[in-house]
């Protein structure tokens, strides 16, 4: 039984995930862990699952801590107390979506050996229940955003500049504009209010949804635009001019203020060339998409950041958890030396093309087996995460969604990315016919 994608486990409401397979994953969990704190986003199914996952962990014995509607990197530091965190959310995905998330106490979600052995325990049915006398106790805690905060303006200093910040009525609500305010900024607030159905934007954070901040920058002439995602475990950026800045942009930059030469840095395949030049003397781990397999490769290669295009950046001196809250406010400090357009001016420019095609699950073998035999002879072929080929002029890379029905399709080349786009694409959508 495969339940975990690239980040927890995730899908449409009484669908994917029921009540049913939340309460069997509670008790998958409480076989081996003796105590939790669980949180969840604003999602309207979100109190409805987190639930069915507390009568699992109690029925296991499992004692349980509720800490409440949080963002995710907010309960990942909970998590440090307990011996395992839950975190019920979606993230990016649209309202319908719904999922589980687990954590260790480091912050780091729970790896590949970690999530088989839940998928085999639900799988088998193999649950312990406990005597009635024995069953978990369950109690809420108030303070978690409280000390998140605390964290992070311990880690950051005093920054006085005009932020706007859109939350994507998404859980960020709940801390980032009160600690960018602690930190000395004006903030004005887009979507700050929680709500599930997520009626001003889709939750995810990128270019095309962020409009409605694009123009607030310009017309309340602030420094810096910051954006969230349902969990606000991503944080997105728009610079004092309007400009949407790429993910590969802000690796780019977030790698040259935290590492040293000779570091090392990890990010997923699906990441550009302009991080390799940009940070030059630093070296650039590889990794399958997702943060969980990033943190992974950060914790063995023992690297000082890393972080994946998508809106997701770790800094483990903080925590193994993508942290948007962290990523902003350090991202205001960094913006109060040098104006993000500066910043950006500064990087090299490759021409990138991403898009997602439609892709049924069952199909997802078949197309795969369609790419790597139709691109293998175009040049040097990983297959770490999906098929990319390097090839003299750039790159491909064809990855089936860990989460959603799709195949995920990015090129890049230093000239004619339409040709080598359309290549692959044209070879998955022929594939499905």
Not at 174 to 201: K, W, Y
Not at 280 to 306: L, P
Not at 377 to 387: E, F, K, Q, R, Y
């Amino acid at each position: 039984m495969k339940l975990f994608g690239s980040s927890g486990i995730r899908g449409v409401t009484n669908k994917d995930i029921t009540v049913d397979l939340a309460l069997k994953v509670g008790m998958a969990l409480g076989r081996s862990k003796k105590s939790a704190v669980i949180g969840r986003d604003p999602r309207v199914a979100g109190e409805m699952i987190e639930h069915a996952v507390i009568s699992g962990l109690a029925s296991s014995g499992c004692r349980v801590v509720r800490v409440g509607l949080v963002t995710t990197p907010t309960l990942a530091y909970a998590a440090r107390d307990y011996d395992c965190g839950v975190m019920i959310t979606a993230s990016h995905n649209p309202a319908e979506y719904v999922g589980i998330k687990l954590w260790n106490p480091d912050g780091m979600a729970f790896d590949s050996k970690q999530q088989e052995d839940i998928e085999s325990i639900v799988e088998e049915e193999d649950f312990v229940k406990v005597r009635w006398d024995q069953a978990g106790v369950i109690t809420s805690y108030s303070n978690a955003v409280r000390d998140h905060m605390d964290m992070i303006l311990k880690n950051v200093g005093r920054v006085s500049m005009k932020v706007i910040l859109d939350c994507g009525c998404g859980a960020g609500g709940t801390i980032t504009p009160f600690l960018l305010r602690e930190m000395g900024c004006e903030v004005i607030t887009l979507n700050s209010q929680l709500d599930g159905h997520f009626p001003a934007r889709n939750p995810e954070p990128n270019e095309k949804n962020l409009e409605l901040l694009r123009k607030a920058v310009v017309e309340f002439g602030a420094r810096l635009g910051i954006a969230h995602d349902g969990d606000a475990d991503r944080m997105m950026a728009v610079d004092e001019k309007g400009n949407f800045v790429s993910g590969d942009e802000l690796l780019a930059i977030f790698g040259h203020y935290e590492c040293k030469g000779g570091t090392k840095v990890c990010v997923p395949v699906d990441t550009s060339l302009i991080v390799d030049d940009a940070l030059e003397g630093s070296e650039i781990v590889r990794t399958r998409v997702g943060d969980v397999y990033v943190a992974e490769e950060m914790k063995k290669h023992i690297t000082e950041f890393g972080g994946e295009p998508s809106g997701s950046w770790i800094f483990p001196r903080i925590s193994y958890c993508p942290d948007g809250i962290y990523a902003a406010a350090r991202l205001v400090e960094i913006v109060q030396e040098t104006k993000l357009s500066q910043l950006r001016e500064a990087l090299p420019q490759y021409p990138t093309l991403r898009g997602t095609i439609p892709c049924a699950d069952c199909d997802k073998e078949k197309v795969m087996e369609a790419v790597r035999s139709k691109l293998q002879p175009m040049g040097t072929v990983s297959d770490i995460d999906g098929i990319r080929v390097e090839m003299d002029n750039g790159w491909v890379l064809v990855r089936p969604s860990g989460t959603e029905p799709k195949v995920r399709v990015t090129a890049q080349a230093r000239d004619n990315v339409e040709k080598l786009y359309a290549l692959a694409e044209g070879i998955v959508k022929e594939s499905l016919k």
